[in-house]
């Protein structure tokens, strides 16, 4: 989603999380934003006034009683040339300055004197976090409407692990995106999107998998973020960086990527787009496999995984509204696509063309069609992304 003309006041606190307000400002600006910054004493000292004027483009904001910024008004007018206030990272400090109304900084009197919503990132020691102070400060600046990112739980710089993490930068993104984003034609559905390979394992070091990139199914998850849905997308071991906005469910095997489907409903969309392996070894074995001279090589028995797609449309109540598969063909595209629509129970099966020299795997372009009960659409030579967002179009068409 592009950020193109929004204006962000960014706040920096006092915090050692402060050195990754630099690569925020980065990455609002590459989505279009404008960034002012204000920052507070306590975040010079991680990082420099410097730094941020020349990330962002513009002056840098950091003293109340400056006659030369704004004649002294900064702390009124930096929020009214502002969309939206982001304060991150926002220490335990400033969070119960905001609270209680204190304004004895340049960053504690414009938010106090702000008139835009505001979001704050908290960033601190997981038991500064968990103290009933910070946590009673929290609950009432949320009481007034201000919007929360995070923290997340790991490492903390101060070598505890525990909550209090600034969310990811990305993540911090993603929020700031959702607070502008206008309502789409998905806006309040839910969908479900399976993505790459599945990798079987056989022993604790090797595997079977397949060659799925991942991209197309990566796709639709952003395309159909990008209509206003809520999407769960569930992904196999790719190479792909997560899409923006996309809750993403990490997994390996084909009954880790089942297990994480159905805690993902309900759903009003599902798009099974991974490509699953059908069987997985029977026994996997304990310990390495050790070669022996002489001996045979292993035998492998496998037992088939469970079909995902073909679960959730022999699913009663709860079955996703819209249920759609892919067929990878090398041959007689249309026939066997209406097979699996029908064996499979969906809705709609994206059927494409894999057979050699077509470059679908792994590639960035893709031909489709779809097949429906009683309709076939060809579409042209397609990018992924273009089949991803015309094939999210496609789906908000027909669940309305
Ligand atoms: O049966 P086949 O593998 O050709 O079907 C492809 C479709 O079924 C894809 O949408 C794929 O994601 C889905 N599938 C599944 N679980 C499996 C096998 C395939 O969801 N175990």
């Known amino acids: ?58 002056p840098l904001s950091d003293d109340l009683f400056s006659p030369h910024d704004d004649n002294g008004m900064a ?28 304004a004895d900084d340049l960053a504690s009197t414009t938010l106090l004197a702000a008139d835009k919503p505001v ?6 020691n997981q038991f500064m976090w968990a103290h ?24 903390l710089a101060c070598g505890e692990v525990g909550d209090g ?24 559905k839910k969908a479900l999107v399976t993505s790459g390979p599945t990798y079987e ?64 409903l309900p759903a009003d969309i599902a798009v099974c787009a991974a490509a699953v392996a059908d069987w997985r070894a029977a026994e996997v074995a304990p310990q390495k496999l050790k070669k022996q001279a002489g001996a045979d090589a292993p035998a ?15 699913m009663g109540a709860g079955r996703p509204r819209l249920l759609v598969g892919f067929a990878a063909e090398t041959e007689k595209l249309v026939e066997h696509a209406q097979a699996k629509l029908a064996a499979k129970q969906c809705d709609l099966i994206v059927a494409n063309d894999v057979s050699a020299g077509t470059g679908t795997f792994g590639g960035d372009a893709n031909r489709v069609w779809l097949v429906e009960k009683d309709k076939v659409t060809e579409w042209p030579p397609l990018s992924k992304r273009d089949v991803a967002v015309r094939l999210a179009q496609a789906l908000s068409e027909r669940l309305s």
């Open 165 to 188: 993490r600034l969310a990811e930068v990305m993540d911090i993104v993603a929020a700031i995106e959702k607070f502008f984003a206008k309502p789409g034609p998905l806006t309040g």
């Open 201 to 264: 394992p056989i022993d604790p070091v090797r595997f079977i998998g397949n060659r799925s990139s991942g991209k197309q199914g990566h796709a639709i998850a952003a395309a159909l973020a990008d209509l206003g849905a809520e999407v769960t997308l569930v992904s196999g071991p790719v190479s792909l960086p997560d899409p923006e906005g996309v809750r993403v469910v990490k997994v390996e095997t084909a009954r880790e990527m089942d297990a994480a489907c159905q805690a993902a």
């Open 132 to 155: 009933p102070a910070t946590q009673a400060n929290l609950a009432l600046l949320k009481q007034r409407g201000v919007l929360q990112i995070g923290p997340g739980a790991g490492d």
């Open 119 to 124: 979001l704050v990132a908290p960033s601190m």
């Open 300 to 314: 492998l028995h496998f037992v088939q995984n469970p079909d995902i797609l073909a679960g959730l449309g022999a």
């Open 75 to 102: 702390h009124i007018n930096l929020s009214r040339q502002t969309d939206l206030v982001v304060v991150a990272p926002a220490t335990a400090d400033l969070l119960a300055k905001m609270a209680h109304g204190l």
């Open 1 to 58: 989603m592009t950020l193109s003309g929004k204006r962000i006041l960014l706040i920096v606190a006092g915090g050692i999380a402060a050195y990754k307000s630099l690569d925020l400002i980065r990455r609002l600006r590459d989505r279009g934003a404008s960034v002012r910054c204000v920052m507070t004493d306590g975040a010079k000292q991680f990082v420099t006034p410097l730094s941020l004027a020349s990330l962002s483009g513009q």
